[in-house]
T-cell receptor
């Protein structure tokens, strides 16, 4: 599986957009980009995933660069409850493959 | 909204004892997983399970571990003889794949905190 690189920590003001970057320069053609988050030792929570196109759901938007070597997770209006560790993971499609969690980015939303 | 549930939320056991951690995956999901997270460390994959057999397992998942789907709803992780280093949060997850090209989002339960004394 391709590895990902994320900054260890970021701060964001409440109500502002949080933009979390991820580098995955060795991603393969059939690998999806997934984003999960973990709030204080709770179970990881699925946020969004994408292959090539940008994606949006009720939680976030995912922007994937054209060469697919990096992506950005956008939380449009961060709240205090969005404070969590955010994980960017790449994994092949079409198979029940394990998710390999890295250290993620600790996002702290400040009041 | 359907969710993965796990019981118990906290299990304390003596070293050498057997423990069984239980999970109820989302009802229409076909793929099941166990992960663990030692305090302060990364979430680590243990095993995946599909069609009543193990699909993939990590080096952590040695002979002391086993998984079972004893009925149509439960998915269990058994640790036969617990060690101090088995103390961790254990997360169950489930997913559903309907065609070969789609993504595989996994949905996690709240975890069981296992403390081995």
């Amino acid at each position: 599986d391709a590895k990902t690189t994320q900054p260890p920590s970021m701060d964001c003001a409440e109500g502002r957009a949080a933009n979390l970057p991820c580098n995955h320069s060795t991603i393969s053609g059939n690998e999806y980009v997934y984003w999960y988050r973990q709030i204080h030792s709770q179970g990881p929570q699925y946020i969004i995933h994408g292959l090539k196109n940008n994606e949006t759901n009720e939680m976030a938007s995912l922007i994937i660069t054209e060469d697919r070597k990096s992506s950005t997770l956008i939380l449009p209006h961060a709240t205090l409850r969005d404070t969590a560790v955010y994980y960017c993971i790449v994994s092949p499609s079409g198979s029940a493959r394990q998710l390999t969690f890295g250290s993620g980015t600790q996002l702290t939303v400040l009041p | 909204e359907p969710e993965v549930t796990q019981t118990p939320s906290h299990q304390v056991t003596q070293m050498g004892q057997e423990v069984i951690l239980r999970c109820v995956p989302i009802s229409n999901h076909l793929y099941f997983y166990w992960y663990r997270q030692i305090l302060g460390q990364k979430v680590e994959f243990l095993v995946s399970f599909y069609n009543n057999e193990i699909s993939e397992k990590s080096e952590i998942f040695d002979d002391q571990f086993s998984v079972e789907r004893p009925d149509g709803s439960n998915f269990t992780l058994k640790i036969r003889s617990t060690k101090l280093e088995d103390s961790a949060m254990y997360f169950c997850a489930s997913s559903s794949l309907t065609w070969a090209g789609e993504g595989n989002e996994q949905f996690f339960g709240p975890g069981t905190r296992l403390t081995v004394l």
